[in-house]
C-alpha cells in the first residue's frame, strides 16, 4: 500500500465526475499521494502524470488508505464495494472507504456492514456545494461515524472543503445531506412559485433578487427556520395569507405558499391547531 508523509493519508478516488474530479484535483494540488479510477478514459486522463491510475476499484484500494467514492447512484456504489474488483476484495485491513455519493441510508448501512466483514470500515459523508465547491475546495462535508472514524478521514477531508461537520453516528452524515436537500429543493419550488408571481404582478425579477439576497444576508434565508423562531408564526400566517391573497388576485395558483400556511406552526415547531 502507498503512504502519505506525515499524517495525511494517502487517497483513492473513485469516480471523477462532477464531484469526484474536484475531490482528486485538490488532493493532488496538496501533494496527497493519490489514487484514482473512473470507467472513462477521458476522466483519468488529467491525472496521468500527478497519480496512479488504477485500472480497478479493487487496485485502487491496493494502494490506498482512504478511499472515497463519489459515483452516481445505490448501484453503483455497491458494484465499485462489493464487485470481484471492488474495493473490499483489494482493502487492507483498517482500509476506511468514505462514501461521499447521495444514496439511500439503507445501502450505506448494508455497505458498513458488508465492510466490517472484510476489515474495512465504512464511512458515509455527504457532501454540498456542488461543483463548484468541489472545484475550489469549499465543500461542506456531513460526516457520519464514531468520533475516531471521523478524526481519521478528517485530514483528508480538510483538503477539499470549508466545513467538516461530525454529524453524529454511522449514517447521520447521510441523513443530514437528505435534510439539507428537502431545504434546498423547497427551497427552488418556493422560487419558482414566488417568480410566478412577481411576474403577474409586474415586479421587476432582477431587482426582486436582488432583495432576497440582500435580506437572506441579514436575516440567514431558509436555514434560519433550525433556530426555531416560534414568536413568527402568527406574523408567516399574515404574510402568506397576504400573498396567497394577491395570487388569487392575479390568477397565480400558490400550493408552496398554501401549504407553507397550512404547516406554519409545524415548521416554527409549534403544536398544531386542533
Not at 79 to 106: M, P
Not at 256 to 274: K, M, N, W
Request: with cysteine; glycine share 12%.
Amino acid at each position: 500500500m502507498a503512504k502519505s508523509d506525515g499524517n495525511v493519508p494517502s487517497a483513492g478516488v473513485v469516480g471523477l465526475g462532477e464531484i469526484g474530479g474536484g475531490l482528486a484535483g485538490n488532493l493532488v494540488k496538496a501533494g496527497v499521494v493519490l489514487s484514482v479510477c473512473d470507467v472513462r478514459d477521458e476522466a483519468t486522463a488529467p491525472y496521468r502524470d500527478a497519480a496512479h491510475v488504477a485500472a480497478s476499484p479493487r487496485e485502487l484500494a491496493e494502494r490506498s488508505d482512504v478511499v472515497l467514492v463519489a459515483v452516481l447512484n445505490d448501484e453503483q456504489v455497491r458494484s465499485v464495494l462489493e464487485g470481484e474488483d471492488g474495493v473490499f476484495a483489494g482493502a487492507c485491513d483498517g482500509t476506511t472507504v468514505v462514501v461521499v455519493s447521495t444514496i439511500a441510508t439503507e445501502t450505506v448501512t448494508a455497505m458498513r456492514e458488508t465492510g466490517t466483514r472484510h476489515g474495512v470500515t465504512v464511512v458515509d459523508c455527504g457532501v454540498s456545494g456542488g461543483q463548484a465547491g468541489a472545484d475550489n475546495g469549499e465543500l461542506v462535508c456531513m460526516v457520519g461515524g464514531t468520533e475516531e472514524e471521523v478524526d481519521r478521514v478528517r485530514p483528508l477531508l480538510d483538503v477539499f472543503s470549508s466545513l467538516v461537520l461530525h454529524m453524529g453516528p454511522p449514517g447521520a452524515g447521510l441523513s443530514a445531506k437528505l435534510a439539507r436537500n428537502v431545504v434546498q429543493y423547497g427551497s427552488w419550488l418556493a422560487a419558482q412559485e414566488a417568480q410566478e408571481l412577481a411576474e403577474a404582478a409586474g415586479v421587476d425579477l432582477i431587482k426582486l433578487g436582488e432583495a432576497i439576497r440582500e435580506s437572506d444576508r441579514v436575516i440567514g434565508g431558509a436555514a434560519r427556520l433550525l433556530y426555531f423562531l416560534r414568536d413568527k408564526a402568527s406574523l408567516a400566517h399574515k404574510d402568506l395569507a397576504a400573498a396567497r391573497a394577491l395570487g388569487d388576485g392575479l390568477g397565480v395558483t400558490t400550493p408552496v405558499a398554501a401549504l407553507s400556511d397550512a404547516r406554519c406552526e409545524r415548521i416554527f415547531g409549534l403544536p398544531e391547531p386542533g
